[in-house]
């Protein structure tokens, strides 16, 4: 009796999620072939241990497609036609339209893992990139429902989470959740910039508030201007009704609505409280919101705390006030050490509140 | 030889920032009366330890009114003509124009400390509020050096830290860095609230970057109407030239105008990385950024080898990745413990990368 071979992969593209793929695949008892435009990269990939082999593999029966989103059809087409004719081909472009459209193949089912790292490059990969993220697959008619669930099968195995979705909708999800919020805060940061270079202490005044809404924009532009053209129809219109939701708020401002701000801040309030936590059983899950005085030390103080009376903290973020240094520390903790937490933390002075999170 | 009397201080409205008030000025040795429009709140102030007495006290000389808004310009009037002749008043007021063009008297000197606290009330009030918080005081031409100079000295006496400006500068700042951020969350947050009713995955693909976009829409309402209205001329100027430099980028959008993309989002990127941090001595400062999976537990378990290798925290956040369950621990720490750090985080398999913060 002989153990049977390896499943066969390949990666096309070895940066920071192609390389992670490869991470990933190999632990998963893949052999995986890869190649990049850039051949120093595929050596570093290998060097990496995301590969076994540098090069084309014929007998891949999973094809990634990680390049910039502006080379995946063409790769795509090459793959499906030169490939093994039972492989399965599919991509991680962040946007999806333009490539399903041109790529409405049987054997391709388009994907964007909803996963990044501050590090770029394929010396940024890791075998964990896509534990917990959220992996959209764009199946279409046409997709050859076996070839589906094999690249379902692969992104499970990964530990991410597979939601099905047709791309245009995937295309306006992004625009509404990522896209425009990185416009605005890149809008927001830059027109503080302005007025703070007139007025030096302008930036003194800047609290907790205006640090989360601009902090997106710290990251690398890298890809955006790509993602931006590809889903400039999604971003234009969602830019549109923000601009409109931003146009009411300002007329309800200059003519004294104050009940209409007031209806328009509850109501986002609410939906704000509601987003639902990144815990894996919300049902068994417990909101902890303890004020605390913004300054060093709080977080691990509160987190010792915690440790000491043997809790476990599932998600933790903070709160900043909008103003001044006063936050609130936001912890998600398993119903059943609730008790413990809320006395460990008052016999520190701490005046925690609870909160059931919605199932 | 005798003790020379308290120092005697007076509070007109003892809810969060009158109580917190009271609290500061009875640790630095104030004899504290005050009034609120309701007794049982005047009372409980009383009962919390941020009053000596309910009721005025003809001999304070130095008034703090911190009423709501809109009951400023009252109250400061009234005290300024019945109390001692030598007194100085000043008020808490989150917008300035409208109190100081009112009140443009040479013993009233308008002022806004920029602290709160998730809690509401009396009860939330913390002597330690106003610790590290900017103070922004607003004296005019004809405000009295005398009476400028003891509000400056209280003010700091709380641990605050005190700019002046003029009323209608301050106004137009924290347009900018509080009011309209605020709205605009709320605005984001509502489209994607009304988005997600139609298309149940939409919140599902909300990262750490919209979360953070967000995270002040969730506070409360409270004063933020009153604060719209009364500084709805520099919102408005705000929200104009946002919708301006959101419709900017739409049009790069639309017309595929990639370099002016990359442009913004570069100049956005350089401005938020040298948003200065809320840092003692930034000069003797490091920032560590170290790229951590965005799950439970990491948090603690960077701040607890950071503390085994006794390396004092000074100040911390989380820059969520834009996509996915990655981010960045961003930590500034004392530079001589820069080495230990490097050491401590590198041991345990983490890859942290340094900058000296700028002075």
């Not at 530990?159 to 509404?176: E, I």
């Not at 609730?338 to 520190?348: E, P």
């Amino acid at each position: 009796m002989t153990e049977s071979p390896p499943r066969r992969a390949a990666i096309i593209g070895t940066g920071l999620i192609g390389g992670s793929i490869g991470l990933a695949l190999r632990r998963e008892g893949w052999h995986v072939s890869g190649v990049d435009r850039d051949q120093h990269r595929a050596a570093r990939a290998l060097h990496l241990g995301a590969l076994d082999a540098v090069g084309a593999d014929p007998d891949a029966e999973v094809i990634f497609i990680a390049t910039p989103a502006g080379a995946v059809v063409e790769a795509a087409v090459e793959v499906l036609a030169f490939g093994a004719p039972d492989s399965v081909v599919t991509d991680v472009a962040g946007v999806k339209s333009p490539i399903v459209a041109a790529l409405d193949h049987p054997r391709f089912v388009g994907g964007h893992p909803m996963a990044g790292s501050e590090q770029e490059g394929v010396d940024g990969a890791d075998a964990r990139l896509f534990e917990g993220a959220t992996w959209v697959l764009t199946p279409t008619a046409n997709t050859d429902p076996s070839a589906y669930s094999r690249v379902l099968g692969v992104v499970t195995s990964f530990g991410a989470d597979a939601v099905a979705m047709p791309a245009a909708r995937h295309d306006g999800m992004v625009a509404m959740v990522s896209h425009v919020p990185h416009l605005t805060a890149a809008a927001l940061m830059t027109l503080a910039a302005d007025a703070a270079t007139e007025q030096a202490a302008l930036l003194r005044l800047a609290a907790g508030g205006f640090r989360d809404m601009t902090r997106i924009a710290a990251g690398h532009p890298g890809i955006w201007p790509d993602l931006c053209l590809d889903n400039r129809l999604a971003i234009a219109a969602t830019l549109d009704r923000l601009m409109d939701a931003v146009g009411g708020l300002r007329t309800m401002v200059t003519e004294g609505d104050r009940a209409g701000i007031l209806a328009v801040l509850e109501r986002a309030r609410e939906a704000r409280l509601n987003l639902p936590a990144r815990v894996l059983h919300p049902d068994e899950m417990i909101e902890i919101r303890v004020p605390v005085p913004d300054r060093p030390g709080v977080l691990a103080e509160v987190t010792t705390v915690l440790g000491e009376g043997n809790v476990n903290i599932y998600d933790l973020e903070i709160a900043h006030s909008a103003e001044g240094p006063r936050g609130v520390l936001v912890l998600a903790v398993d119903a059943t050490d609730a008790g413990a937490a809320i006395s460990a933390l008052s016999g520190r002075g701490y005046h925690p509140t609870l909160r059931r999170l919605a199932p």
